[in-house]
Nanobody, 121 residues
Framework: QVQLVESGGGLVQAGGSLRLSCAVS????????MGWFRQAPGEEREFVAR???????DYGDSVKGRFTISRDNAKNTVSLQMSSLKPEDTAVYYC???????????????WGQGTQVTVSS
């Protein structure tokens, strides 16, 4: 079974930076596409970024140029470096793993519990 645990969330001022990490259990980490999604209160879950098993990346339009996703297959971790944060980035951020994971949440079989990111104006 695959388990995901996010860390690194918190409160930051607008314009600041934050780095989220996701630790993944299991030896099959390297075969998974890894994604980050976020969900604000009353909103649907939104695609943020994805990194494939081969290292290619995709980003949601609202975060392009500000966020960077990366993975470390030796440590079974995926990270999301967030810069130039805006109040509208406030949400619970979720890490997800899926063999065919793309920009759709349904493409991911495994999810973490989420970590809160709050950006103050």
């Amino acid at each position: 079974q695959v388990q995901l645990v996010e860390s690194g969330g918190g409160l930051v001022q607008a314009g600041g930076s934050l780095r989220l990490s996701c630790a993944v259990s299991g030896r099959a980490f390297r075969i998974y596409n890894m994604g980050w999604f976020r969900q604000a209160p009353g909103e649907e879950r939104e695609f943020v970024a994805r990194i494939s098993s081969g290292g290619s990346t995709d980003y949601g339009d609202s975060v392009k140029g500000r966020f960077t996703i990366s993975r470390d297959n030796a440590k079974n971790t995926v990270s999301l470096q967030m810069s130039s944060l805006k109040p509208e980035d406030t949400a619970v951020y979720y890490c997800a793993a899926g063999v065919t994971g793309g920009s759709g949440a349904r493409q991911y079989a495994y999810w973490g519990q989420g970590t809160q990111v709050t950006v103050s104006s």
